[in-house]
């Protein structure tokens, strides 16, 4: 069991740079607005744009350092396997299905060791998002890879869904193998991301894995960024042909994709934009020619990114 001086630690690292934000990092919109959505069309083969009408007045979030209490539970039914990072974040997911590395299910192996299911549409954290759960002396990091609710369950209490192991941790074993439910209440802490780290991959970087629908067709899925965590826009910057604007593809909280097709002109950076509104453009085209991108491939990037811990 972590002393209270252990899980004191933890928390100060993880809060150390986000004092001064703490207020400051989400502002509710009276107004509803636009964005760029892409959605694959199986029959023709290639992608088709529009603008997503997103409604207002948009959810006040947690900043960072703040605390709310929660419940927790478990989920571990055949559809629903929490080890494979499958949801509406797409941090799990290949065009063809699970994503795969490091010996087993990708976002379990080599990117986030401990994620969970965010519910109240986002409001303690959406994909990417980064916190600290504590209970029964107990405390845990966790990346947001699912968001459980939508708009219209805001009214329900915070909650907070975690895979088998993590809960177990919590419980000294109390839900055994899964075969029946069980429930806490704890406290969430929402922190910087840039402190969490994760294995196989060094720290302050972010990682990008590519997807290739087709030749034409071709998307990024950007994790382990730092701040917020949560990504708002990513656009496109090639070495031969400049600034080409991104949407994020239907469906998955965490694809982005070029509108037009940057294959052919060299080496790719990206811009991208977090919901806090901070925004950071990588420099040197850490991403190879768009033509070579094939489905899972992953690039740590660390160019021109900062470093909070």
């Not at 603008?51 to 979030?61: F, G």
């Not at 975690?162 to 055994?176: E, H, I, M, Q, V």
């Not at 196989?200 to 917020?228: C, F, H, L």
């Not at 042909?241 to 080496?267: D, L, N, Q, Y």
Request: proline letters at 4%; aromatic letters at 10%.
């Amino acid at each position: 069991m972590a002393s209270k001086l252990q899980i004191a630690a933890l928390l100060a690292l993880c809060l150390v740079s986000a004092v001064a934000a703490r207020d400051s990092i989400f502002v509710e919109s009276e107004a509803a607005h636009t964005e760029p959505v892409a959605t694959y069309n199986e029959q023709l083969h290639k992608f088709e744009f529009f603008n997503k009408t997103v409604e207002a007045p948009r959810r006040k979030a947690m900043g960072l350092g703040d605390s709310i209490p929660v419940t927790v539970t478990f989920y571990n039914s055949p559809g629903m396997d929490c080890t494979t990072g499958n949801g509406q974040c797409g941090y799990g997911n290949d065009v063809g299905g699970t994503a795969y590395g490091g010996g087993g299910p990708f976002v379990e192996t080599s990117l986030y060791p401990y994620h969970a299911a965010s519910g109240n549409y986002g409001f303690m954290g959406g994909c990417g998002a980064c916190g600290v759960l504590t209970y029964n002396g107990k405390a845990r990091g966790f990346v947001i890879t699912d968001i459980t609710d939508d708009d219209s369950q805001q009214g329900r209490n915070h909650h907070l869904d975690l895979c088998l192991p993590s809960f177990n941790y919590f419980t000294d074993g109390r839900a055994g193998d899964g075969g029946h439910g069980g429930i806490f209440s704890g406290t969430w802490t929402r922190v910087d991301c840039g402190c969490m780290g994760a294995p196989n991959y060094p720290d302050n970087a972010i990682v990008v894995r590519t997807q290739e629908y087709n030749e034409w067709a071709k998307a990024v899925v950007i994790s382990r960024m730092g701040g917020v965590g949560e990504i708002a826009g990513v656009n496109f910057i090639t070495r031969n042909g400049g600034f080409v604007r991104g949407a994020r593809v239907e469906g998955w909280g965490t694809w982005w994709m070029p509108t037009e097709s940057i294959s052919g002109k060299g080496g790719v950076d990206l811009q991208i934009t977090l919901t806090d509104g901070n925004t950071l453009t990588t420099t040197g085209y850490p991403l190879p020619d768009a033509r070579v991108w094939r489905t899972g491939n992953i690039y740590n990037v660390f160019n021109n990114l900062p470093k909070t811990c």
